[in-house]
């Protein structure tokens, strides 16, 4: 019986199942492994990146992206459907900057992507994004907030999780290891830790990606947007809450180098 609607995207089961969304998150679950864990000071993301042959240069591929300063993910699935998914979140926060001339919450812009996925799970003529992502960045209204995104367009916040193939004993691990007092440097140990577990072969530097959310320093309201002055004026001089220092808070990836040393302690 389910099978006369498992290739109907807008046609729901006697059960009450969208099918081919559950064959979106068998896509997931064919992917590598991906872990998101935040810290009291940080978030952490990480995912295993593997070459399916030797001769292929993985230098060019990218699992762990940004998406503004303050934010970034990781994807779990198929790897062109996040690139258009990477590409709209980008030109929303872009978009939102423009307009308010700050970066966009965390929460905003997981909205905005939840949004695009859940329109290819309604639409005729398309199908659902084959992939999960973990969303990570820092508001000045939220705090640091851990997403996950789902191909129906489900969203979920979480201290530490995982997504892709062997999710489930990935966050059996996480159960047993993660506390909110964590520092980032202790999140970034238990991260490579949970991969460890799943991994085959030798893990090194070049084989997995990793991303942090760290405080780095204080900035002005005005460093923070790259607002434009005009004779060493602020461009808008009416707001004195542009002046205050705040907390420097930026997404970025840890270089090769970085992670070995990871995996040095690990």
């Known amino acids: 019986m389910t099978d006369r609607y498992s290739f109907s995207l807008t046609t729901f089961s006697p ?11 068998s896509a997931v679950n064919q992917g590598v492994t991906s872990i998101g864990v935040k810290a009291r000071n940080g978030i952490v993301i990480a995912t295993e990146k593997k070459a399916p042959s030797p001769l292929q240069d993985v230098s060019a591929t990218e699992k762990v992206v ?22 709209k979140a980008r030109k929303s926060a872009e978009k939102y ?8 919450p965390t929460l905003v812009l997981v909205k905005e992507i939840a949004n695009v996925m859940q329109e290819f799970t309604q639409s005729g003529g398309v199908r659902p994004f084959g992939v999960s992502l973990l969303v990570c960045g820092h ?18 916040p979480w ?17 047993r290891r993660y506390n909110e007092a964590l520092e980032l ?12 577990e799943s991994y085959e072969g030798q893990m090194t530097a070049g084989s997995i990606e990793i991303g942090v959310v760290t405080e780095q320093g204080t900035q002005t309201q005005d460093e923070m947007m790259d607002v434009e002055t005009e004779g060493g004026q602020p ?16 997404f970025r990836k840890l270089s090769e ?7 040095e302690l690990a």
């Open 15 to 25: 059960s009450g199942k969208l099918v081919q969304i559950e064959h979106a998150l």
């Open 257 to 263: 180098a970085e992670v070995a040393d990871y995996l």
């Open 185 to 196: 440097e202790d999140a970034v140990h238990i991260a490579i830790l949970t991969l460890k």
């Open 66 to 87: 940004p998406i503004c300063k303050t934010m970034g993910l990781v994807y779990s699935g198929m790897g062109p459907d996040a690139r258009v998914l990477v590409s």
């Open 97 to 104: 900057r423009c307009v308010y001339r700050e970066t966009p």
């Open 235 to 250: 461009a808008y001089p009416s707001d004195q809450s542009m002046d205050q220092p705040e907390p420097k808070i930026s």
């Open 159 to 175: 201290n530490a999780t995982a997504i892709g193939k062997n999710h489930i004993n990935a966050r059996t691990f996480l159960e």
């Open 139 to 156: 508001d000045s209204t939220h705090g640091l907030g851990l997403y996950q995104v789902d191909p129906s367009g489900t969203f979920f």
